[in-house]
């Protein structure tokens, strides 16, 4: 197991009242699983998934990934911990559009204590991985969508993650490349092993996870 | 990739906001370096001709009359001809010339006349003392204005303004001021008598408009002997380096001979200490304008970065970028614009002052090198001070501001 969520709330304070993102959630992710949530807009799927990272604090429950407490950990600490374990996959690319593709996927990297040489194979490789060698020098706007996003999930995996949170990575996507960029994580997740946890509204996305969780109103269904 | 590079690459990225958020410290920059280009040039110009003017600290016997400097040592008290060598050896800076005097009043003839006896520098040179010292030579002569060459040609060109140094004066030799030759009717080669001891007027000073113009000079030694003062002076003249006098010299030398009164020309000191507590000012309300203005430029320039950025910031903190990391880029930003507005404020300015010097001060201004140092302290100084809000509120972005929804 990589991953445990355990009576998982939270809650935020609105002046008509109190918001329940999240009531109660609990399930187990195995190393290996492609799973995806799904749900209604504003069902909590979003939050969940900040929630796993780290990003947002819970009110109640417990976070298990690979025996890390997510819940009370140190900015530092949780920093530390995503920088190592957690790869993310945005709807929006989140490339910087000063950077070049490889630059952009050597990133994370600009923290950690590999060689100039080192990071800039690792980045080729996966770059190669995801078929975009040609394109390593390209800045972001002159990369399609389809192209951005491989550089996206190219980034993701430059730190050998345990975890992939995946937000709507085909939000952006026509039919065409949002199969594509499925087919590719489907690829990482079962050549690398590499955990992937996808947030989706399209239940053709939806398919591709071996294990599906569904919310509804922040609750599981 | 790292962190230098990340923050290189977005400088790139952003090279006009860069120019705007520089603008006001490269300016403030180059406004102190200006004024201190044109001040250190005009301060040495103020202390040459306040050099030119000759000695400018007296030291007197506790019972001296200090009502008139420049006749204080006539007929004054005495004190030990050993307090030159208590000057002398307690190394004081700034002490750039002495001069022992025993002044009396004598009758030659029918005239009555100042007789001051001195002592020539090559007798004060030779004693052991300036040789321990180190104080032999050019060193002697040095004054707080940059060179000898320079006091000349900087001060006054008129050479009969100039109060010289007397070089060596024999045991029998005298120098007469202008108005006593003309009183006495005497001209070099005559023979003068003088308390019974007969003199060869070595020369006749040329006019000066002072006391001295009424004085005859006779060796110290020789007067001591004539009046019968042996090993006493009534004075010792001091040429001191007017930056030394406004910076406490006559305290020290108070220090020095806590038994004597020690006095200097009011107008000189408070010409050089007016001179340099103006342009201090000047400076310091520029170095106060620019820590205000240049600090909430740069902090301006760094908070428009920080919220044009704030998508970025957030995913750099979802991908593992600490608080601390994300501080210490919004700082190396503000460092390297500290160097970069240090560095042109720098040029520019100097350049300015070698423009303006001239028109200003009617003086040529050269660039100072010491001040590259200054202008990248406060450069850098303000850029930090004005980036250190808008780093902290950097670290504090939410990394979530990047996903879908919450």
């Known amino acids: 197991m990589i991953l445990k969520t355990t009576d998982l709330c939270k809650k935020y304070e609105h002046k008509d009242g109190t918001v329940k993102a999240l009531e109660n959630v609990s399930f187990e992710v195995n190393e290996g699983d492609f799973v995806t949530i799904t749900g209604a807009s504003g069902s909590g799927k979003t939050t969940l998934l900040l929630a796993i990272a780290g990003l947002i604090k819970s009110s109640s429950g417990q976070i298990q990934i690979n025996g890390f407490s997510v819940n009370g950990a140190s900015d530092r600490k949780l920093s530390d911990f995503r920088k190592k374990h957690i790869g993310f996959v945005m709807q929006s690319f989140a490339l910087l559009p000063y950077l070049t593709a490889i630059e952009n996927v050597m990133l994370p990297l600009a923290i950690s204590k590999l060689k100039k040489g080192q990071k800039y194979q690792k980045a080729l490789e996966l770059l190669k991985m995801v078929d975009l060698e040609n394109r390593k020098n390209h800045l972001p706007q002159e990369l399609s969508a389809g192209q951005q996003q491989r550089v996206a999930i190219a980034r993701a995996l430059v730190n050998s993650p345990t975890l992939i949170l995946a937000d709507e990575p085909t939000g952006n996507l026509d039919p065409t490349l949002s199969s594509d960029i499925l087919k590719l994580l489907k690829k990482i997740n079962l050549e690398e092993k590499i955990t992937i946890l996808m947030v989706t509204h399209s239940p053709l996305a939806a398919e591709f996870g071996n294990k599906k969780i569904n919310l509804e109103n922040g609750s599981l269904n | 990739m790292n962190i230098r590079k990340l923050v290189w690459l977005e400088f790139k990225q952003h090279k006009s906001q860069l120019i705007s958020g520089l603008l006001a410290i490269v300016l403030g920059i180059a406004v102190i370096v200006g004024i201190r280009s044109i001040s250190v040039v005009s301060e040495k110009a103020v202390a040459v001709n306040l050099d030119n003017l000759g000695a400018n600290i007296l030291v007197l016997p506790q019972a001296s009359n200090v009502d008139n400097y420049y006749s204080a040592d006539i007929d004054a008290p005495t004190i030990p001809e050993e307090y030159v060598d208590r000057i002398v050896a307690s190394n004081l800076q700034g002490v750039d010339n002495l001069s022992p005097k025993l002044t009396r009043r004598t009758k030659i003839g029918n005239e009555t006349i100042v007789l001051t006896g001195i002592l020539p520098k090559n007798e004060i040179t030779s004693k052991p003392m ?248 406060i450069s850098i100084g303000v850029c930090l001070l004005g980036a250190l809000i808008p780093s902290y509120l950097a670290g504090k972005i939410e990394p979530f501001k990047n996903m879908q929804e919450v």
């Open chain 2, 130 to 377: 300036w040789q321990q010292s180190g104080l032999l030579g050019n060193n002697l002569m040095a004054s707080c204005a940059p060179t000898n060459t320079a006091n000349q040609s900087s001060g006054y060109t008129d050479e009969k303004l100039q109060r010289k140094v007397i070089d060596s004066l024999g045991g029998d030799e005298c120098l007469v001021g202008y108005a006593a030759a003309s009183k006495l009717k005497v001209g070099e080669g005559n023979n003068l008598e003088i308390l019974g001891k007969k003199f060869k007027v070595a020369r006749v000073l040329n006019e000066t408009g002072t006391v001295d113009d009424d004085r005859i000079f006779i060796h110290l030694h020789k007067a001591q002997a004539l009046f019968k003062i042996p090993a006493q002076v009534s004075a010792i003249e001091i040429m001191g380096c007017c930056n030394a006098i406004s910076e406490g010299l006559l305290g020290k030398l108070r220090n020095v001979l806590p038994d004597t009164k020690i006095t200097t020309i009011g107008q000189i000191v408070s010409t050089q200490i007016e001179t340099n507590k103006m342009m201090n000012k000047v400076s310091l309300i520029f170095l106060i304008i620019i820590i205000f203005v240049g600090g909430i430029s740069i902090g301006n320039f760094m908070w428009a970065n920080i919220n044009e950025r704030r998508k970025e910031i957030g995913m750099l903190r979802m991908i593992g970028f600490n608080k601390t990391v994300i501080y210490r880029m919004m700082l190396s930003k503000a460092l390297v614009l500290g160097i970069i507005g240090g560095i042109v404020g720098y040029i520019l300015g100097t350049l300015a002052g070698m423009w303006l010097g001239p028109e200003l001060a009617g003086l040529p201004v050269k660039p100072i090198a010491s001040l590259i140092g200054i202008s990248l302290a």
